[in-house]
């Protein structure tokens, strides 16, 4: 069946937002209100899905204080309400110009996540970004850069990786990735990568591939089933655990 504009627009996330870049003068600058909540951002800063002229950019922001992997639920007992971010993007990696420059907020429905679509941008340009919480918190920087134009003749490096599983993954490729992205040669340096596989795996196994203990645990399931080999989802509520 067709979706409607409507239908979607409905089935976005409470978190989701929609800029586009415009000129900011000093006057226009824009400051979190007095008395933001200090914020942490444990899983960090992501981007993705670029276009010519946009990026999608995401965080988790919450509140200073609360565990990182505590439960949507438990979030929400500890935190009821909204919270404000910051979002900033720049051409500079210092920020000393800023492009885009906007309040967000979150909230528990969405585990305090946040997706931004940040469109204006100009094509095969590197952007720098982060978000602001009160305290003078802040997430790490991240580094963007949007799709060439389609009549854009260029060499693009691809980066892929596939199948992440995260009691067996072995998470130091992607610090791999990064070093060896940062000796190369700027032509031979990663434009984008692409993920092939599984995010997530429907299964935990109990051992890992070489008979030893897991390095990574991941906590039991509201509803799965369990085997002497693994423990596997079979619930909404499962797959959601698991993502999470």
């Known amino acids: 069946m067709p979706i409607t504009r409507r239908d979607l627009l409905g089935a976005l996330s409470a978190s989701t937002f929609f800029l586009t870049v415009s000129g900011i003068s000093a006057a226009q600058t824009v400051r979190l209100p007095e008395g933001t909540a200090a914020l942490a951002f444990p899983q960090g800063v992501a981007s993705g899905d670029p276009r010519p002229d946009a990026v999608m950019l995401w965080t988790r922001a919450i509140p200073s204080g609360i565990a990182p992997t505590a439960a949507t639920e438990q979030t929400e007992k500890q935190e009821p309400g909204s ?24 909230n528990p429905a969405s585990d305090h996540t946040v997706r931004v679509n940040v469109a204006g941008l100009q094509a095969d340009r590197h952007y720098y970004y982060r978000f602001l919480g ?11 850069r ?16 596939s ?26 340096q990663i434009h984008f990568v692409l993920h092939l596989g599984d995010f997530i795996y429907e299964r935990n196994w109990n051992k890992r591939y070489d008979g030893t203990g ?8 509201p509803d799965g089933v369990s085997t002497d080999v693994n423990r596997h989802a079979v619930s909404l509520a499962d797959y959601r655990h698991l993502y999470h």
């Open 146 to 161: 949007t799709a060439p134009a389609p009549d854009q003749a260029r060499d693009v490096t691809l980066a892929f990786a």
């Open 134 to 144: 009160g305290a003078g918190t802040a997430s790490r920087t991240g580094r963007t």
């Open 214 to 221: 897991q390095s990574r645990y991941v906590p039991p399931f």
């Open 83 to 106: 919270i404000t971010l910051l979002l900033q993007v720049s051409e500079q990696e210092d920020f000393s110009t800023i492009a885009v420059e906007s309040l967000l907020s979150t």
């Open 163 to 188: 199948c992440q599983s995260f009691e067996q993954g072995y998470y130091g490729s992607w610090a791999r990735m990064i070093a060896d992205d940062a000796q190369a040669a700027p032509q031979d």
